[in-house]
């Protein structure tokens, strides 16, 4: 199934144009400004955009994903903006996390219900905080026309049920375009 993946996502990124791959995040801006830098890590990374974002604030950055094309076009964009990332090719369908590790989690546009929630409660130092955005159902079971595959797609509600020993922040969902996206802060409670 990963191989797959791989393969999918390398042939995907073998046709991007470099230029367009950094980027702005709106959310993670707002999120991100009233909290001091540390240890992050951004999982199913792709090209970087978010990672480099991260290293520009300050953040010591972890960025992973399955594609070694994705990360060759994100080690490019972070050095063209001067910033260093520790990009890693991995599955995170296999990936063990280090423990206690990150003092923030951010993930974008990537949805595994199996493995994702544990890895992610693993690797958070306690007091982390974890981001999540990612495709949800609309209004009605409405599915926009980004994403197609249902198990890509979260239910209304659901996302923070994925982590149920972080402590929920903020979570909303809303319409990005033709999609909508639920958004999670939530936070490993301190001992
Ligand atoms: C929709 S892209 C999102 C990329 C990035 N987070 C963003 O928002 O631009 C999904 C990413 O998940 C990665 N991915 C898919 N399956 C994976 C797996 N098993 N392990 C690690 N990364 C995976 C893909 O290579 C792709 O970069």
Redesign the pocket.
């Known amino acids: 199934m ?1 191989e797959h ?1 791989r393969k999918k ?1 390398d042939a995907k990124y073998a046709d991007v144009d470099e230029v367009g791959a950094a980027g702005e995040n709106d959310w993670l801006t707002q999120q991100v400004q009233n909290i001091q830098p540390g240890r992050a890590l951004d999982l ?4 970087g ?2 990672a480099i974002l991260l290293a520009q604030w300050g953040w010591t950055v972890t960025a ?4 070694p094309v ?1 990360l060759q076009i994100a080690a490019r964009s972070a050095a063209a903006a001067g910033v260093q990332v520790d990009w890693q090719a ?4 296999t990936w063990e996390p280090p423990a206690a590790t990150f003092d923030l989690v951010t993930v ?3 949805l595994d219900r199996e493995q994702l929630p544990q890895q992610i409660q693993v690797a958070l130092k306690p007091g982390g905080t974890l981001l999540y955005e990612t495709f949800v159902e609309g209004p009605n079971n409405t599915v926009g026309g980004h994403v197609r595959n249902p198990a890509f797609i979260l239910q209304s509600d659901e996302l923070p049920t994925l982590f149920p020993k972080l402590e929920v922040i903020e979570y909303s969902e809303i319409q990005v375009g033709d999609h909508y996206v639920a958004r999670l802060r939530s936070q490993k409670p301190a001992p």
């Open positions: 990963s993946d996502w199913a990374c792709g090209l955009a978010n992973i994903d399955i594609s994705g991995a599955d995170l369908e974008f546009r990537y």
